[in-house]
């Protein structure tokens, strides 16, 4: 199973501000990449898949980037309902996911 | 819009069994993939089992093999998961999720609400 690293655990920061989150993969898994976001007691959204490709009706301020090994997840300008969980999932070798960013209101 | 509707779950025995559903509306059911994936209590999300659109290929996570069946009926627009033997450790929130449409197994592009499924005595 390839080990997915989420950093950090937590991030707090102010509405309006840009938020960085990092995820690393065990091994390589080339662009296999996404990002998931869940709010309590909701499903997990796609957000990102192919490490850089926004799903349909994400808005532009989620963006991904990195390829191999290293990810990240930038929102580049936080509105309220961007307070959540994210999670990595990497798709390129069965699949595994992260344990998770808690992104919360500084 | 893209919806699906999981129901089905509740309060079961250990060694009990239970049917989930889940509704699909807003997409031609039938031609998509489609996959049970849960979440414990407190815990990250876990992969449970997998059907392509016609039911030819499918796939179990090995913590239910033998014990859950995975199965649809594309004319109900309807996935299920029959889930017997069941264990504590089967506690979760279970959500139906449908593949994303670039044909990989394991990316999921539309999640239902999920279903609470509570394994005590």
């Known amino acids: 199973e390839i080990v997915m690293t989420q950093s950090p655990a937590t991030l707090s920061v102010s509405p309006g501000e840009r938020a960085t989150l990092s995820c690393r993969a065990g091994q390589s898994v080339s662009s296999n990449l996404a990002w998931y976001q869940q709010k309590p007691g909701q499903a997990p959204r796609l957000l990102i898949y192919g490490a850089s490709t926004r799903a349909t009706g994400i808005p532009a301020r989620f963006s991904g980037s990195g390829s191999g090994t290293e990810f990240t997840l930038t929102i580049s300008s936080l509105q309220s309902e961007d307070f959540a969980v994210y999670y990595c999932q990497q798709y390129n070798n069965l699949y595994s996911f992260g344990q998770g960013t808690k992104l919360e209101i500084k | 819009e893209v919806q699906l509707v999981d129901s089905g779950g509740g309060l079961v025995q250990p060694g009990g069994s239970l049917r989930l559903s889940c509704a699909a509306s807003?997409?031609?059911?039938?031609?998509?993939?489609m996959n049970w994936v849960r979440q414990g209590p407190g815990k990250g999300l876990e992969w449970v089992s997998y059907i392509s659109s016609r039911s030819s290929t499918i796939h179990y996570a090995d913590s239910v093999k033998g014990r859950f069946t995975i199965s649809r009926d594309n004319a109900k627009n309807s996935l299920y998961l029959q889930m017997n033997s069941l264990r504590a450790e089967d506690t979760a929130v279970y959500y139906c999720?449908?593949?994303?449409?670039?044909?990989?197994?394991?990316?999921?592009?539309?999640w239902g609400q999920g279903t609470l499924v509570t394994v005590s005595s």
């Open positions: 807003g997409f031609t059911f039938s031609t998509y993939s």
């Open positions: 999720a449908r593949c994303h449409n670039s044909g990989w197994t394991y990316l999921f592009d539309s």
